[in-house]
Every structure is written in structure tokens, then in C-alpha cells.
């Protein structure tokens, strides 16, 4: 009996097999096809997404056109005689920005080659800083400029740079403020020792005026 389902359940499974393969457009290779096809749209979206996101450049991809100048990034010389630097806004949001940030840094650069003189001074104190003036700064330090675009990813921003040169008549500029500083330094130490002598005159001869005002009432009582 139990032969006789199972004959029986597998002629109806071959019956439908046959009348399936029978009807038009319908076959199990199409059906293997349409998976396939699935797997492919499947595979090509996944690729034309991540191609889309590899053509959107990182943040930190710099593209600097072909016109921009090679000193921008010459190192820090210095022979003895000449001090050369370059500095540079580095990528900016607008042109005002940049320009901005480039004053900033350009005096930075020359306050740390000022400072630098100053410490090989001696001191009796801790010495003032010399303030630094960007319009000096841009109309006598300034050699070279550079304006122009930079592209961020897929942004474009805005850099700025300068040359700065310190060239020895320069230097003399700054050891004559120096020698001023020093000489104001002298003064000041001079002035309160004129200061603390004339207190201590001062206050000695009131002292002794005391003193001798004491000695001098015992006397007129008698």
C-alpha cells in the first residue's frame, strides 16, 4: 500500500514537471536566468554605488593648480647675512579670510626671528616684546606674493602666501629696538636707585630732625 502512494506521489510530481515544461514561455532555465539576472542588477548597483562614492575625493585630497609658484615651498634659510621664510594661509573659506590668516602668521614668523635676537641679549629683566606692524611688515619684509585657488575634495577654497626676507639692513632695524629696550631697561634700574637713595635721604633727615628736636626740649624747659 505504502509502494503504491509513493509510485503515485512521484507519476503526479513527473505529470506537473512535464506540464510545466509543456507551457509556453515558462521553463526552469528562464526561471535560473531571472535569478541570475537578480544577482547581476544586484552586483551592478552595489558597484556603481561604491563607484559613486570613490569619485567624491576625501577632505584631505589637496589639488594646487599648475601656475602655483615653486618658492611657496622653499624651507626656512638662513646664511647669516639673509633670513628667508615663507608662510602661508594654508586652505580658506573666502580670499578676506585668507589674507587674514596669512597677516597673522606672517607676524608670528617675524616676531619669533625678533624674539630669538632678543634672547641672545642679557637682561637684567624679563624684556618687553617688540610689537610687530603687519603694514610694515607687508611694505618692507614682503618679497614675493601669491594669491590663487586650491581645491579641497571637491571644493574649491582660496591661499594666500608670502616671502618675507630679512635682509641685514633689516636686522638693523630690529637691533636698534633692541638697543632701545635695553637702554629704557637701564634707565628704569638707574631711576629707582635715584628713587630709593633720595627716599632713604630723605627719610634720614627726618629721622635725624627728630632726634635732634628731643634734644633740644629739655633744654628750653629748663
Given at each position: 500500500m505504502q509502494s503504491q502512494q509513493s509510485e503515485y506521489r512521484w507519476t503526479s510530481i513527473a505529470l506537473a514537471m512535464v506540464l510545466l515544461g509543456g507551457l509556453p514561455g515558462v521553463n526552469f532555465s528562464n526561471a535560473s536566468r531571472c535569478?541570475?539576472?537578480?544577482?547581476?542588477k544586484i552586483e551592478a548597483k552595489q558597484t556603481e554605488g561604491e563607484t559613486a562614492e570613490l569619485s567624491v575625493a576625501p577632505l584631505s585630497h589637496l589639488i594646487y593648480p599648475d601656475d602655483r609658484p615653486g618658492w611657496i615651498d622653499e624651507p626656512i634659510t638662513d646664511d647669516g647675512k639673509e633670513y628667508s621664510v615663507v608662510v602661508t594661509s594654508g586652505p580658506s573659506g573666502s580670499i578676506e579670510e585668507a589674507d587674514e590668516l596669512v597677516g597673522v602668521y606672517a607676524r608670528g614668523a617675524?616676531?619669533?626671528?625678533?624674539?630669538?635676537?632678543?634672547?641672545?641679549?642679557?637682561?637684567?629683566?624679563?624684556?618687553?616684546?617688540?610689537?610687530?606692524d603687519i603694514d610694515w611688515i607687508r611694505d618692507e619684509l614682503v618679497v614675493r606674493r601669491y594669491e590663487g585657488n586650491v581645491l579641497v575634495g571637491d571644493e574649491t577654497q582660496f591661499e594666500k602666501a608670502v616671502l618675507i626676507r630679512i635682509e641685514p639692513d633689516d636686522r638693523r632695524v630690529f637691533?636698534?629696538?633692541?638697543?632701545?629696550?635695553?637702554?629704557?631697561?637701564?634707565?628704569?634700574?638707574?631711576?629707582?636707585?635715584?628713587?630709593g637713595g633720595f627716599s632713604l635721604l630723605v627719610g634720614g633727615s627726618i629721622v635725624l630732625g627728630g632726634l635732634a628736636s628731643r634734644q633740644k626740649q629739655p633744654t628750653t624747659a629748663a
Open positions: 535569478f541570475a539576472d537578480d544577482e547581476i617675524v616676531q619669533s626671528y625678533v624674539d630669538e635676537l632678543v634672547a641672545n641679549q642679557e637682561w637684567a629683566t624679563h624684556p618687553e616684546m617688540i610689537p610687530m637691533e636698534t629696538a633692541i638697543a632701545d629696550l635695553k637702554l629704557k631697561e637701564r634707565l628704569a634700574a638707574t631711576g629707582l636707585t635715584i628713587l
